[in-house]
């Protein structure tokens, strides 16, 4: 009986053994695993490849791998991007804690941005706008003029630079446009989206003024374009007007005077004129207007079209001056400029010169005083 016993007391050791061993096993796989998908955590990713101060060939390898690296997305819908690490960033506060950064951090930051899509690029684009006012960089400046000069970057990723670049509206910036746009080795999309960045350059004004530091640059440029393609001029032309400094604009009524000029040239810059809103453009129009020379041929049918179209009251004002001494033969031009204003500092102008009642003729006083009832 004893023996029994003892056998069995043997065979349930070795059991307990055996369970024993397999429990601490089992721990100590799942430890493996444990450790295992903590260093899977802990791994940095490599899928996304992000530029940080870049060369050029670093940028030509990353546009390869991370095609989207320049395109600015809208997100979709109102959730904001789970992988988005600053989707937060859209108030005032924000910009001001990005305008803190320096001008490189920030092209660092837009660059990332715009490669994961993040709704906060338009922020940081707008941070880095106004640090670039104040600070060109000029590394960051270069890393720009890169990107349009490439031929190997797609024209959906030089967008948003083109867009940034006339948005800053500096001489810097404006500088790279117009290197970039004689680059004979782009392609024509990408050129014909650089020269509407400069046409469209005076309209991004910052401060609520006309950037008239500009005009140098445009102004140099549109005398050596004589050789250039038309739609080189009209960009040029285009940013001129937007711009509108007096030097600027009596360069292009020089061309409109000039018998050296082409049609096509001259068409180019009456079209322009419809871009005047500076008031300092005012003055070399209003030559125009009261040299008894000009009155009635093209030129002088433009400059009172971009007065009257300028719709304010230094532009009004002398609009209003010039029939006062007039006959009949004025009517038609007061019917054609007067009623086209709409500014009520303008209007009040019209009114005041109806009040004091300074016309010669009678017909020019009925006309202008009909207009305002039909505006009032």
């Known amino acids: 009986m004893l023996a029994v016993c003892m056998i069995a007391a043997s065979i349930l050791f070795f059991l307990w053994n055996i369970s024993r061993k397999d429990h601490s096993q089992i721990k100590q796989k799942k430890h493996a695993a444990s450790l295992k998908s903590e260093d899977e955590i802990s791994k940095p990713s490599t899928d996304k490849k992000i530029l940080g101060k870049i060369n050029q060939q670093q940028q030509k390898q990353y546009i390869k791998e991370e095609p989207k690296h320049f395109i600015e997305e809208e997100p979709k819908g109102n959730e904001p991007n789970k992988n988005d690490t600053q989707a937060t960033l859209s108030s005032d506060d924000d910009l001001g804690i990005l305008e803190k950064k320096t001008v490189a951090e920030l092209w660092d930051d837009w660059q990332i941005a715009l490669a994961m899509g993040d709704r906060s690029s338009n922020l940081i684009r707008e941070a880095l706008i106004k640090k670039l006012r104040i600070n060109p960089d000029p590394g960051v400046l270069k890393n720009l003029e890169s990107v349009l000069q490439s031929t190997e970057i797609p024209y959906d990723e030089k967008i948003p630079v083109v867009d940034l670049l006339q948005r800053a509206a500096t001489p810097e910036t404006l500088k790279i446009l117009i290197e970039s746009a004689q680059n004979p080795t782009l392609h024509q999309k990408d050129n014909k989206a650089i020269l509407a960045g400069i046409a469209n350059f005076g309209k991004y004004g910052w401060k609520d003024t006309f950037h008239e530091e500009l005009s140098p ?10 050789e250039l393609e038309n739609s080189y001029k009209e960009a040029i032309a285009n940013a001129l007007a937007s711009v509108g400094s007096e030097s600027g604009v009596k360069v292009l009524i020089d061309s409109l005077s000039s018998d050296k000029v082409d049609k096509e040239t001259k068409r180019i810059i009456g079209s322009a004129f419809s871009r005047l809103k500076n008031p ?15 009155y009635g041929n093209s030129i002088w049918e433009l400059s009172g079209d971009a007065l009257a179209s300028m719709d304010h009251p230094d532009a009004t004002r002398t609009l209003v001056n010039w029939p006062q001494s007039s006959g009949s033969e004025a009517l038609k031009w007061v019917e054609r400029w007067f009623r086209e204003i709409r500014d009520p500092s303008s ?9 004091r009642d300074t016309y010669q003729n009678s017909d020019i006083y009925f006309t202008l005083k009909n207009i305002i009832d039909e505006k009032l």
Not at 280 to 294: C, D, H, Q
Not at 347 to 355: G, K, L, P, Q, T
């Open 280 to 294: 300092a453009a005012v003055k070399p129009l209003a030559e125009i207007l009261y040299k008894e020379k000009y």
């Open 217 to 226: 640059i445009l102004e140099k440029e549109w005398v050596n374009s004589s």
């Open 347 to 355: 209007i009040e102008v019209i009114e005041d010169s109806i009040i």
